[in-house]
């Protein structure tokens, strides 16, 4: 009997990989590597420093990331790769929350300082961001996990972490969005190669999900 129950638990697994792939698009094990960054992958990524959490219930923010795959964008205003780059994860949450993941962008005033939270949603809503927000307000976890960490060419970096909160993809800045541009094709296949990280995540979550039944 328990002999049959790991056979099926086994069958079960395998189904809702072969699932998780057809919903998401692509192996649920296949992450690409980032072109530079890639020291902090494999390393959890400590959020417990972030502040003025926006566009999200009182006390919900512990939640809503526990145990979900999560894209975090550090922004500031006045920043033209910003600019360019919070309409494209705002993009990717569109296409993909309903499919559990969530972005968190996270704003960081130059020089570090306080500011309100009417400021932080109107400067989102401007670039055309949609999404939840938090505040890197002294830059704490930024110098914590990125800065302090090893030599970086921009503080506007994305994380992409996993169910466990381990960073399993980086991308190092500046800017990122989908272009047919022949002089945006860097900043193109950065993009391409975002999705691509959240779609294979998005295929481990579900078929981890189907195999724990």
């Known amino acids: 009997m328990h002999r049959c129950q790991n056979i099926l638990h ?3 697994a395998a189904v809702a990989a ?3 792939v057809s919903f998401i698009g ?3 094990t296949t992450v ?13 990524l400590d959020t417990s420093g972030l502040g003025q959490w926006l566009n999200v219930a009182d006390g919900a923010a512990a939640k809503l990331q526990a145990r979900r795959v999560t894209l975090y964008r550090w922004w500031t ?16 949450r569109k296409k993909y929350e309903a499919q559990g993941l969530v ?17 932080v949603r109107e400067a989102a809503k401007r670039i055309g961001y949609h ?18 960490t090893g030599r970086r060419a921009a503080t506007s970096v994305s994380f992409l972490v996993d169910g466990n909160g381990v960073i399993r993809f980086v991308h190092p800045g500046v800017e990122f969005f989908p272009s047919d541009k022949p002089d945006e094709a860097q900043q193109d296949a950065d993009y391409r190669a975002m ?3 959240v779609r294979a995540l998005l295929g481990e979550a579900n078929a981890s999900a189907g195999g724990g039944r």
Not at 103 to 119: G, I, L, M, N
Not at 131 to 148: E, F, M
């Open 103 to 119: 972005v968190v962008a996270v704003y960081h005033a130059k020089p570090p300082r306080a500011v309100s939270d009417e400021f």
């Open 195 to 197: 999705e691509e990280a």
């Open 26 to 28: 692509a192996s649920p």
């Open 131 to 148: 999404g939840v927000v938090a505040a890197d307000g002294d830059w704490a976890v930024l110098r914590k996990v990125w800065l302090n």
């Open 32 to 44: 690409p590597a980032p072109r530079a960054g890639g020291d902090v992958v494999g390393k959890k």
């Open 77 to 92: 205003d006045g920043c033209p790769f910003c600019a360019a780059t919070l309409p494209a994860i705002e993009e990717l």
């Open 18 to 20: 072969v699932i998780a």
């Open 10 to 12: 086994r069958i079960y």
